[in-house]
Structures are given as C-alpha cells and as structure tokens.
T-cell receptor, first 115, second 112 residues
Framework: GAGVSQSPRYKVAKRGQDVALRCDPISGHVSLFWYQQALGQGPEFLTYFQNEAQLDKSGLPSDRFFAERPEGSVSTLKIQRTQQEDSAVYLC?????????????FGEGSRLTVL | KQEVTQIPAALSVPEGENLVLNCSFTDSAIYNLQWFRQDPGKGLTSLLLIQSSQREQTSGRLNASLDKSSGRSTLYIAASQPGDSATYLCAVWNSGNTPLVFGKGTRLSVIA
C-alpha cells in the first residue's frame, strides 16, 4: 500500500481482555517499530524489527506485551490481560533501511481504551 | 539516557508570523534528527530529516537547523497559516541503532 496501515483504528477492551493490534508497513520496508503514545506525551519506543528479527524489545513495559513479525512484513502487537494504564495510542512505523539511517513513516495509530 | 526537550510546550500566533520551535537533546552523539507533525487523532507525518553531518534542511516554508555540539535543533516556520496548527515533535536517533527518542512536542495554534 501507499502508507503504513494500522487496524483497528479504535479498540475498547474490558480490563483483563487480550487485544491484538495489526500493522501493515510500506511494502518492502525493512525496519518496523512500535511506539506507545499517552495523551499529551511524545511517543515512547516499545520494540523494533529488522525483517522478521526482533532486535530490540527493551521498551515493552511488561511481559503482557508481545510483538511478532513472522514473515518480515505484517506485524502484530499483542497485549494480554489489559490494564487501564495500557490505554494509549499505539503507533507503528516502518523504514526502508536499517534503523540507523532510515527516515520513519508512521501509521495513524490504534487507539486503545481499557475500561 | 537520551532526553529530548521541546520548548515551548504550546504556542499561539497570528496568521502570517514567522516562528521558531526549539528542541534540545542531552546526548550529542546522534545519528540524525527528525521533525514530525501530528494533527489531533492522527499519526505522525515526517517533515524534515537532518543527518548528523548536516547543518540544516529546508522544505517549502519550513527550515530545520541542527547544532549537534550544543545539542539543539530549531524548526523555523515562515509566514504561518492556520493550516500549520498541529503538534510538532522532534526526535533523535542515537548512534548505535538505538530507537528514535521523542520530545513531548510543541502544540502550535495559528489564529486567522
């Protein structure tokens, strides 16, 4: 596609439910990133893939958060047993090159609200 | 740990004014710096990317400068328009493949 596509755009979950957020990067982009953005804050790094390899997951806030990119294209961010503090916008970005040199292109985000 | 600060947090100007947004970072060992625009409820749109070896980049009415040694960047917007109203975010890549670190942004309102 022309840009980074994320789905769903909006998700409301009850506390304790599991959620899965999908990211379709720009075709051919090597690097893929997940960020979490709380209201009024800048995005905070969660995890990064180069092709199918997860090179950095240091930003994942707990072991309830899991990300995968099994074929080096589409990625899924899964949050288990959601908590209210997980409410945020989850942004996906892709880059055509390796992380150190690439310009990042962001999707519109998935807004998660945990009740 | 890299920290990025953006000043001011919010800015309101009349249409037509030239304005400057500031970004500072604590670790000058950066690979590049990127300015983004974010409209309410939307994702981030890349505006300008400055490599560490560069001093500035220009795109239309936007000009971004980088002073790596002092840990500062500025985004200059000429002849502001109401359509420029958005949050502007600055982010830096540290050397060594560490991920983009963002500031909290400057929320700009251009009043017609």
């Amino acid at each position: 596609g022309a840009g980074v596509s994320q789905s769903p755009r909006y998700k409301v979950a009850k506390r304790g439910q599991d959620v899965a957020l999908r990211c379709d990067p720009i075709s051919g982009h090597v690097s893929l990133f997940w960020y979490q953005q709380a209201l009024g804050q800048g995005p905070e790094f969660l995890t990064y893939f180069q092709n199918e390899a997860q090179l950095d997951k240091s930003g994942l806030p707990s072991d309830r958060f899991f990300a995968e990119r099994p074929e080096g294209s589409v990625s899924t961010l899964k949050i288990q047993r959601t908590q209210q503090e997980d409410s945020a916008v989850y942004l996906c970005a892709s880059s055509p090159t390796s992380a150190a040199s690439g310009e990042l292109f962001f999707g519109e985000g998935s807004r998660l609200t945990v009740l | 740990k890299q920290e990025v600060t953006q000043i001011p947090a919010a800015l309101s100007v009349p249409e037509g004014e030239n304005l400057v947004l500031n970004c500072s970072f604590t670790d000058s060992a950066i690979y590049n710096l990127q300015w983004f625009r974010q409209d309410p409820g939307k994702g981030l749109t890349s505006l300008l990317l400055i490599q560490s070896s560069q001093r500035e980049q220009t795109s239309g009415r936007l000009n971004a400068s980088l002073d790596k040694s002092s840990g500062r960047s500025t985004l200059y917007i000429a002849a502001s328009q109401p359509g420029d109203s958005a949050t502007y975010l600055c982010a830096v890549w540290n050397s060594g493949n560490t991920p983009l670190v963002f500031g909290k942004g400057t929320r700009l309102s251009v009043i017609a």
